[in-house]
Nanobody, 125 residues
Framework: QVQLAESGGGLVQAGGSLRLSCAAS????????LAWFREAPGKEREFVAY????????YYTDSMKGRFTIARDNAKNTVYLQMDSLKPEDTAVYYC??????????????????WGQGTQVTVSS
């Protein structure tokens, strides 16, 4: 089992940057596939980025490509989301998620077994 805890959210002006972190408990962190999702007020939780357990393969929603970067440090049991060129529409609660090997699409929320409590990101215009 994995417990996840996000940090690093906050208030930033449009065009600014934030780095989110998600620390995980458990000795099997390196075996999990990880992702970031976000949920804006009144909207469904949506996929943001994914990283393979090997740390080399990643995938992003089109609107985040070139602005967001996902990375993981298995030695520190942590996954990161570097967010640059932030826009007001990026305002949301950001969640990290983890799953073991699965046939579910990587963008599917119900494919992930473990979730953090979320961290608020607010981008002002």
């Amino acid at each position: 089992q994995v417990q996840l805890a996000e940090s690093g959210g906050g208030l930033v002006q449009a065009g600014g940057s934030l780095r989110l972190s998600c620390a995980a408990s458990g000795r099997t962190f390196s075996t999990y596939f990880l992702a970031w999702f976000r949920e804006a007020p009144g909207k469904e939780r949506e996929f943001v980025a994914y990283i393979h357990r090997n740390g080399d393969d990643s995938y992003y929603t089109d609107s985040m490509k070139g602005r967001f970067t996902i990375a993981r440090d298995n030695a520190k049991n942590t996954v990161y989301l570097q967010m640059d060129s932030l826009k007001p529409e990026d305002t949301a609660v950001y969640y990290c998620a983890a799953r073991p090997q699965s046939m579910m699409p990587i963008i599917a929320r119900n494919g992930y077994e473990y979730w953090g409590q979320g961290t608020q990101v607010t981008v002002s215009s």
